[in-house]
C-alpha cells in the first residue's frame, strides 16, 4: 500500500511539473513572439509598428568562443543597451561616448596628478627647500 501511495504521489508531482513547465514555456515563447509586449494588454501604436523594424537584437557570443568574443568586443561590446537602433555601434573608431570617457579621464588625472605636485612642492618648502 505505501508503495502505490509513493507512485501516486510521484506521479501527482510529475503532472504538475509538467503544467508549471508548459505555462512557463508558453509564457516565454508569447514573451519572444508577442504582438502586445510583455504583461500589456493593449496593442502598440501605429507608430510603434512602424518603427520597429529600426530595432534590432544584439547577439552575445558564447564565452567559450574566442574568435566571437573578441570579434563582438571589436565591435564595441556590450556597450549601452541589448537592444538598439541599427547601426548604433561605429566599427570604424571609438564613438563618441568612449572619446567622452577618454577625456574626462584624462582631465581628472591632470587634475589629480598637479594636486599631488603641489602638495609635494609645499611640503618641500615647509621643510625649508627652496622649489619654484
Keep these: 500500500m505505501a508503495d502505490f501511495w509513493c ?8 503532472k504538475a511539473l509538467l503544467t508549471v513547465y508548459a505555462i ?5 515563447l508569447w514573451n519572444e513572439t508577442s504582438p502586445l509586449g ?16 529600426l530595432y534590432e537584437r544584439r547577439e552575445f557570443p558564447y564565452p567559450g568562443d574566442e574568435e566571437a568574443v573578441r570579434e563582438f568586443i571589436a565591435k564595441g ?6 537592444i538598439g537602433p541599427k547601426g548604433f555601434v561605429d566599427n570604424t573608431g571609438d564613438s563618441p561616448q568612449i572619446k567622452h570617457q577618454k577625456e574626462k579621464f ?5 587634475k589629480l596628478w598637479l594636486r599631488m605636485r603641489d602638495e609635494v612642492i609645499e ?9 619654484e
Design 38 to 53: 510583455w504583461w500589456t494588454l493593449k496593442p502598440r501604436t501605429k507608430e510603434e509598428k512602424q518603427m520597429a523594424h
Design 24 to 28: 512557463g514555456g508558453a509564457a516565454w
Design 106 to 110: 584624462e582631465r581628472e588625472s591632470q
Design 7 to 14: 507512485w501516486n504521489q510521484m506521479r501527482k508531482l510529475g
Design 123 to 131: 611640503e618641500l618648502q615647509d621643510q625649508g627647500y627652496w622649489i
Design 77 to 82: 561590446g556590450s556597450f549601452g543597451t541589448t
